[in-house]
């Protein structure tokens, strides 16, 4: 397993962007799939985007459809790091926002492919 810890939540108005930051220690992101779920109040932790890893490219991404066209992920593998990119936020996305990092390159949107998770950040979009 890896150790991820998120940064950069917070509160930010609705139609607003921020960017969410994980970054990892004791082993490298390097041939791990890597992802982004939330866990809104009173709800399911849920799918939000992932990221493949291959050696040639920056790696496949894949996006729920809620945030299609909004949302960003990205990874810098030299610097451990996964990123997501979150704009034109809408108060119903408050939620704490996870990374995880999947078991090998391919990892879809289903949490049993992921054996690594952080702690979360808070996101909150205020009205």
């Known amino acids: 397993q890896v150790h991820l810890v998120e940064s950069g939540g917070g509160l930010v108005p609705a139609g607003g962007s921020l960017t969410l930051s994980c970054t990892a220690s004791g082993r490298t992101l390097s041939g791990r799939a890597m992802a982004w779920f939330r866990q809104a109040p009173g709800k399911e932790r849920e799918f939000v985007a992932a990221i493949r890893w291959n050696s040639w490219n920056f790696g496949t991404t894949y996006y729920a459809d809620s945030v299609k066209g909004r949302f960003t992920i990205s990874r810098n593998d030299a610097r451990n790091t996964l990123y997501l990119q979150m704009t034109s936020l809408n108060p119903e996305e408050t939620a704490v926002y996870y990374c995880?990092?999947?078991?090998?390159?391919?990892?879809?949107?289903?949490?049993?492919?992921?054996?690594?998770w952080g702690q979360g950040t808070q996101v909150t979009v205020s009205s």
């Open positions: 995880a990092a999947g078991r090998g390159v391919v990892a879809g949107s289903a949490e049993n492919e992921y054996d690594s």
